[in-house]
Every structure is written in C-alpha cells, then in structure tokens.
C-alpha cells in the first residue's frame, strides 16, 4: 500500500470525525486482510461507526487496490490493551496507563506522558523517567477496572 493510499485513507477517516489509528495488510489462515483500526478522542469506537467508516472506505479501495490479491476489508477500534508500535501508536495513547518492558528485561507499570523525537516520557508512581525508544521492548496499554 502506497502512502499516498494511506493519506487518502487517513483523510477520509478524519472527515468522518475519527482518527486513524492504524493500517496493516496480513494473512490470516488463506486469507487476505486489510484492517484499519480507528479511534476517536473519546476511545469509543462502536459497530455501527465502524460500518460507517467501512462503507465509506470500501469505494476507495476497490479502485486503488486494483493489483493486490483478493482481501477483507476489516475495520474495527484497536482494542482495549494494544501494543505501541509506531509515533502515532504513542501519541494517540498519551495519559493511558502502560505496561512497560525494557531490553534488560526490567518491567514496570506507568503513565504514558509524551513522546518526541524517539524519546517517551512516562510517570512511575509520581516520578517522571525518559526513555529512549530504542530501550523499550514492549509497551502496551492496560485496562483498569
């Protein structure tokens, strides 16, 4: 998928009032898959707003996707506890609770408070610690109750 694509996709999701939150094509059993993951700034994302948006998205799609193989189309929110891949995976995730893991395997549990330039900031229990990104393994964010 081109970026171009990707933009065009980002744009309409915004028209609508959502934000985009990610984009992958994968294979799952035989299939072909395209998902979309929205959100919005409540983090409420219901059924009916993913149909809307997959009704809207699939005109595009059929006309841009012209060379890939055959796929579903699949939108839906990115669920409750996601894990932080890309910049915009950390900023859309600002002031969440986080489980953290780092490469030397120390875990801990946080406030996302920023991210900027490869650096995330997080608030562990009321002090606030820099990380570099490259130093995080995994970082998720976690439900309360």
């Not at 999701?13 to 072909?32: Q, R, T, W």
């Not at 606030?128 to 970082?139: M, N, T």
Request: aromatic fraction near 8%; glycine fraction near 2%; include cysteine.
């Amino acid at each position: 998928m081109t970026q171009e694509l990707e933009n065009k996709i980002e744009r309409m999701i915004e028209s609508l009032g959502y934000v985009l939150y990610d984009i992958a094509f994968l294979k799952e059993n035989d299939s072909h898959i395209l998902r979309i993951s929205i959100t919005n700034k409540e983090n409420k994302i219901t059924l009916d707003m993913c149909q809307e948006v997959s009704e809207v998205l699939s005109p595009l799609l059929d006309v841009e996707i012209l060379d890939e193989k055959s796929y579903f189309l699949e939108v839906s929110s990115p669920g409750v506890e996601r894990v932080l891949k890309t910049s915009r995976h950390f900023l859309l995730s600002l002031n969440q609770k986080v489980q953290v893991r780092l490469d030397n395997k120390e875990e801990f549990e946080a406030i996302l408070k920023d991210y900027q330039d490869e650096k995330v900031v997080f608030e562990i229990n009321g002090d606030i610690k820099s990380f570099d990104l490259k130093a995080l393994k995994k970082v998720k964010t976690i439900l309360e109750w």
